[in-house]
């Protein structure tokens, strides 16, 4: 890796941030001379990178312009799996959604049938234009990841995924770099990256549907922890004594009481008792067993049960982020996923507990809200991460001489290797 390659990372993660945006910009925030600036930004404008647009407003002397990364160049694969659902979306290098899709699926279905189904909705989406310009793919999945091997590691939900060559598979089908992360993750990178002004650097998002899970960014930067189990709030302990036993085997988490599947068991035994007109009804409509969308519907319907299920749910995840709150003092927490879909009967009572115990110096300023971005902050956070990776500078160092990451693996040939021989 060179000091040139360093440096046109460097500027184009600039660019690419907002941080700086013209030469004169880019040259006062690295401490790097214009003539090595010049020969970056030439360097990124040749190689398709990065565009030269509207004059900056004038300071004096020769107009500045405005410099942004390149769209239609390249494009990157996004993809979510949650529990029971996958979203696929195709962005261009800037984070603009092109074209996304959704499905229903069951994540325990196991990872061969996932990944099938994962090909099948990409390849609906990637044109051959598109597809010849595939720069990278970054998958999201509901359980730890190691994400320097790009496998899952004991996943509670996720049967048969343990140490399953996500990364590697992706890899061999697309041709180009991929990589894996938490779904929660991804969606705290999501959006922090469209709020990150008004945001700030410090942002906790909390993921509530099925499962409970959180995503933490820490002075800019996402935080996995030193083996990438940081987050997993969902199976924290809240009730020592409990008989509740979570998906993960362990009893009285977080997940058991407040997760969505834990709301649909409890929906269920009102439904049968006959506590809950609405849900007693749902039930014998279908055949099924109740879900956590019964529980929103009746929340919708103002029927008391349900109310009280959203409610009793955001208070517990409140409780177990207050203790954060004072520990890591964000200046944002996110609520998404399915519960967050409530919008204040969820919100409220989360941002009610969460001042209540928290110390006064880090809830002053703090807010609580939900993201707002239509459900695509996890394949925006997806596409973000690949395009974060490609533009690192080892990485960067590896594709930059043959124009693109093609054929090109994400922790380099050897690092592949060593993987499969283990």
């Keep these: 890796m060179t000091d040139q390659t360093q440096t046109l ?12 945006v013209t030469r004169p910009d880019l040259s006062r925030r690295t401490g790097l001379g214009r003539t090595i600036i010049t020969q970056r930004v030439d360097q990124a404008v040749t190689a398709g990178l990065v565009v030269e647009g509207e004059a900056a407003p004038s300071t004096g002397g020769r107009p500045s312009r405005i410099l942004r990364i390149a769209p239609g160049h390249g494009v990157l694969l996004g993809l979510v799996f949650g529990a029971t659902h996958l979203h696929a979306a195709v962005t261009d290098l800037d984070g603009t959604v092109l074209v996304d899709r959704r499905t229903e699926w069951d994540v325990e279905t196991g990872p061969e049938s996932s990944l099938a189904t994962l090909y099948e909705m990409s390849a609906q989406l990637l044109t051959p234009d598109l597809e010849d310009r595939l720069w990278g793919v970054c998958v999201g999945v509901p359980g730890p990841v190691d994400f320097a091997r790009g496998i899952t590691v004991q996943p509670p939900i996720m049967t048969g995924w343990h140490g399953f060559p996500i990364r590697d598979r992706l890899e061999a089908h697309y041709e180009v770099p991929a990589w894996v992360d938490n779904d929660a993750n991804l969606m705290a990178l999501g959006s922090w990256s469209k709020t990150r002004i008004s945001a700030g650097d410090n942002v906790l998002l909390v993921k509530a549907s099925t499962g409970i899970g959180l995503g933490l960014i820490s002075r800019g930067r996402l935080h996995r922890g030193a083996r990438g189990a940081a987050g997993d709030l969902g199976h924290t302990v809240v009730a020592e004594e409990s008989r509740h036993r979570c998906r993960c085997g362990k009893f009285g988490c977080l997940e058991a009481f407040a997760g969505g599947w834990a709301l649909a068991r409890d929906a269920r035994a009102a439904g049968l008792a006959g506590r809950s007109p609405f849900l007693a009804a749902r039930l014998e409509q279908s055949a ?39 520990v890591f003092n964000p200046s944002t927490i996110y609520l998404a996923g399915l519960l967050a879909q409530t919008g204040e009967l969820f919100r409220g009572p989360v941002a009610e507990v969460v001042a209540r115990r928290s110390l006064p110096l880090a809830t002053d300023e703090l807010v609580v809200t939900t993201v707002g971005l239509d459900g695509m902050e996890g394949v925006i956070g997806a596409a973000g991460l690949a395009i974060d990776e490609l533009l690192q500078p080892e990485m960067l160092g590896r594709w930059i001489p043959q124009g693109n990451p093609r054929g090109t693996h994400a922790h380099g040939d050897e690092f592949a290797e060593s993987v499969h021989l283990n």
Excluded at 298 to 318: F, N, Q, W
Aim: proline share 4%; glycine share 8%.
């Design 288 to 326: 099924a067993p109740a879900t956590v969308v019964d529980v929103l519907d009746g929340c919708a319907a103002d029927d008391p049960v349900c109310v009280e299920l959203v409610t009793r749910a955001g208070e517990m995840v409140g409780a177990q982020l207050a203790m954060l709150v004072s």
């Design 9 to 20: 990372s460097l500027v184009l993660n600039m660019i690419r941030s907002g941080a700086a």
